[in-house]
């Protein structure tokens, strides 16, 4: 090796260290909520903001990398039998809860039955005898079995080919059985998890403050501290990044095409397409929705260009599909009706309110935030032309949930990102019978042809057929009306260069980083 040749390989030594070398523990995260997290208990959470701090908290058997591929996280390895019935698990040894027990075969058992019974039944009910104990027909879940402390044992009532990314839902997050059963509701302001960072302080509608668990089975994070903030107003949080109080943020309304041309921010504006949809749903049950000419009417009346062009500056994905593009078994040629509002009319005329006479003003609910207050004003506007009046009732997140998931809101704004990656998550989880409230199908929907084909094509194996089916049932939801799209979701996040190894997943977005923050840094 010539003298010169070492001389070169030194300084690429020096200036090229390798990921390892460059990291460094230490450090407090600074990032902010639109709104409080209703709850930081797995089985009850049904929102982004409560999922963002659960998956820091818990751990869950398999876990979603940044190509949406199930990795290793509680389990070490699993096996799945030819039938694709059966998924076993090996865990790995040692793993710990926060109170310092160590995590068994027996509490991956408890925390399923437990969160069965919880806002998210749908995770479950795929395992045998599921559908019975969520409905409290059994003590248990006979699919989740117990091989010893180290292995489970679960088992399908039949092939369900995105089963590994829903074992990666916070939903299906592993807890201590004694800790839930010690603290009682008060497991939802004081949870326990095995997760990478524990709760340290939760101050209601200020802050909410992780702190490092040292004896994590992946070892320490990189972090010593993360501190989610609660800014309500999206020019608030900005203004706070600015001025150095942030690490991330996200860009508010009406700034994307400016933050992105600015100087100062070179280095910082990150956006890239997740997996979630912005949309109008309709109660069914609550006149005149249950009408499928009102609900077109409302669909032809407006025009979502405005929104995505206009109030979004272009920074997010035009569609008219329920699924988004950065989906799995997205289906660009998907048909929405929309932008004849001679149409609107007509099929106002045909329902018997005529440029909207006998209608009395329409609730229309959304949760806080400036965007949501702008979209809804600009609604309101839109259905004027064609004599629909709109009252709009603005809530706090977890009230408007609230209102929602009990069936109080008539028409009202429908925000889902994918808890998985699969057509499965949207269409089945929102549209079918079964999850009807709560679970998922807060427009009460209901339709015998489209359960069937939405029950076909989930117990078909992956592959083309299996996402030609769910594009069927996609087309026919659009066109009766029962849900329109505004567009779908991008994350347009400022993160300061010093924050490394923050994922940009299709499952994340700003403000609510759903990334695993064990993996993020500070130079």
Same mark, same amino acid.
């Given at each position: 090796?010539?003298?010169?040749?070492?001389?070169?390989?030194?300084?690429?030594?020096?200036?090229?260290?390798?990921?390892?070398?460059?990291?460094?523990?230490?450090?407090?995260?600074?990032?902010?909520?639109?709104?409080?997290?209703?709850?930081?208990?797995?089985?009850?959470?049904?929102?982004?903001?409560?999922?963002?701090?659960?998956?820091?908290?818990?751990?869950?058997?398999?876990?979603?990398?940044?190509?949406?591929?199930?990795?290793?996280?509680?389990?070490?390895?699993?096996?799945?039998?030819?039938?694709?019935?059966?998924?076993?698990?090996?865990?790995?040894?040692?793993?710990?809860?926060?109170?310092?027990?160590?995590?068994?075969?027996?509490?991956?058992?408890?925390?399923?039955?437990?969160?069965?019974?919880?806002?998210?039944?749908?995770?479950?009910?795929?395992?045998?005898?599921?559908?019975?104990?969520?409905?409290?027909?059994?003590?248990?879940?006979?699919?989740?079995?117990?091989?010893?402390?180290?292995?489970?044992?679960?088992?399908?009532?039949?092939?369900?080919?995105?089963?590994?990314?829903?074992?990666?839902?916070?939903?299906?997050?592993?807890?201590?059985?004694?800790?839930?059963?010690?603290?009682?509701?008060?497991?939802?302001?004081?949870?326990?998890?095995?997760?990478?960072?524990?709760?340290?302080?939760?101050?209601?509608?200020?802050?909410?403050?992780?702190?490092?668990?040292? $004896?994590?089975?992946?070892? &320490? /994070?990189?972090? *010593? @501290?993360?501190?989610? !903030?609660?800014?309500? +107003? =999206?020019?608030?949080?900005?203004?706070?990044?600015?001025?150095?109080?942030?690490?991330?943020?996200?860009?508010?309304?009406?700034?994307?095409?400016?933050?992105?041309?600015?100087?100062?921010?070179?280095?910082?504006?990150?956006?890239?397409?997740?997996?979630?949809?912005?949309?109008?749903?309709?109660?069914?049950?609550?006149?005149?929705?249950?009408?499928?000419?009102?609900?077109?009417?409302?669909?032809?009346?407006?025009?979502?260009?405005?929104?995505?062009?206009?109030?979004?500056?272009?920074?997010?994905?035009?569609?008219?599909?329920?699924?988004?593009?950065?989906?799995?078994?997205? $289906?660009?040629?998907?048909? &929405? /009706?929309?932008? *004849? @509002?001679?149409?609107? !009319?007509?099929?106002? +005329? =045909?329902?018997?309110?005529?440029?909207?006479?006998?209608?009395?003003?329409?609730?229309?609910?959304?949760?806080?935030?400036?965007?949501?207050?702008?979209?809804?004003?600009?609604?309101?506007?839109?259905?004027?032309?064609?004599?629909?009046?709109?009252?709009?009732?603005?809530?706090?997140?977890?009230?408007?949930?609230?209102?929602?998931?009990?069936?109080?809101?008539?028409?009202?704004?429908?925000?889902?990102?994918?808890?998985?990656?699969?057509?499965?998550?949207?269409?089945?989880?929102?549209?079918?019978?079964?999850?009807?409230?709560?679970?998922?199908?807060?427009?009460?929907?209901?339709?015998?042809?489209?359960?069937?084909?939405?029950?076909?094509?989930?117990?078909?194996?992956?592959?083309? +057929?299996?996402?030609?089916?769910?594009?069927?049932?996609?087309?026919?939801?659009?066109?009766?009306?029962?849900?329109?799209?505004?567009?779908?979701?991008?994350?347009?996040?400022?993160?300061?260069?010093?924050?490394?190894?923050?994922?940009?997943?299709?499952?994340?977005?700003?403000?609510?980083?759903?990334?695993?923050?064990?993996?993020?840094?500070?130079?």
């Amino acid at each position: 090796m010539t003298r010169r040749l070492v001389t070169m390989l030194l300084i690429l030594a020096v200036v090229c260290p390798t990921q390892a070398a460059a990291q460094k523990r230490g450090g407090t995260l600074r990032a902010a909520f639109g709104a409080d997290p209703p709850t930081l208990d797995p089985a009850q959470a049904t929102d982004t903001t409560s999922s963002a701090v659960i998956r820091q908290l818990f751990d869950t058997l398999v876990e979603l990398d940044e190509r949406l591929e199930p990795r290793p996280a509680l389990a070490e390895r699993w096996t799945v039998s030819p039938d694709q019935r059966l998924y076993t698990f090996w865990l790995r040894p040692g793993a710990r809860f926060h109170n310092g027990r160590v995590m068994t075969a027996a509490d991956v058992k408890f925390s399923f039955e437990r969160a069965a019974r919880g806002k998210r039944p749908w995770v479950f009910e795929k395992l045998a005898g599921a559908r019975e104990h969520i409905r409290g027909a059994s003590g248990g879940i006979s699919g989740v079995r117990v091989v010893d402390d180290r292995t489970v044992a679960l088992q399908l009532d039949r092939p369900f080919a995105p089963f590994l990314s829903l074992m990666a839902y916070d939903a299906a997050s592993i807890v201590p059985g004694e800790e839930t059963q010690r603290l009682g509701p008060a497991f939802a302001s004081r949870p326990v998890g095995s997760g990478a960072f524990r709760l340290r302080e939760w101050v209601r509608d200020d802050r909410v403050v992780l702190e490092a668990f040292p $004896n994590h089975f992946r070892g &320490a /994070p990189w972090l *010593d @501290r993360i501190v989610f !903030r609660v800014i309500p +107003a =999206e020019i608030t949080r900005f203004n706070e990044y600015r001025t150095g109080h942030l690490d991330v943020s996200d860009i508010p309304t009406g700034h994307c095409r400016a933050v992105k041309a600015d100087p100062a921010f070179k280095g910082h504006v990150a956006v890239w397409p997740t997996l979630g949809t912005q949309a109008l749903r309709f109660n069914v049950e609550k006149p005149p929705f249950g009408d499928s000419r009102v609900r077109l009417a409302v669909a032809q009346a407006i025009d979502p260009a405005a929104v995505v062009d206009g109030l979004l500056e272009g920074c997010v994905i035009a569609g008219k599909g329920i699924l988004p593009p950065a989906l799995p078994g997205h $289906n660009p040629g998907v048909t &929405a /009706p929309g932008g *004849d @509002r001679a149409r609107a !009319r007509r099929l106002l +005329a =045909e329902a018997g309110y005529p440029d909207g006479r006998g209608l009395p003003p329409i609730p229309y609910h959304f949760n806080t935030g400036d965007l949501n207050q702008r979209i809804a004003e600009w609604l309101q506007a839109q259905l004027k032309e064609i004599g629909l009046r709109l009252e709009l009732r603005r809530l706090d997140w977890a009230a408007h949930i609230k209102v929602v998931d009990e069936g109080g809101a008539a028409m009202f704004r429908q925000g889902w990102i994918a808890d998985y990656p699969d057509p499965e998550n949207f269409l089945t989880v929102l549209f079918h019978s079964r999850n009807v409230g709560a679970a998922g199908n807060t427009g009460r929907y209901r339709s015998p042809e489209l359960d069937r084909r939405l029950d076909e094509a989930d117990a078909m194996p992956p592959g083309p +057929a299996r996402f030609r089916r769910y594009h069927e049932a996609e087309q026919r939801i659009l066109g009766d009306g029962a849900w329109i799209t505004l567009y779908h979701y991008s994350s347009r996040a400022l993160i300061r260069p010093a924050v490394k190894g923050l994922e940009r997943s299709p499952l994340s977005s700003a403000p609510e980083m759903l990334a695993p923050l064990r993996k993020v840094w500070l130079e």
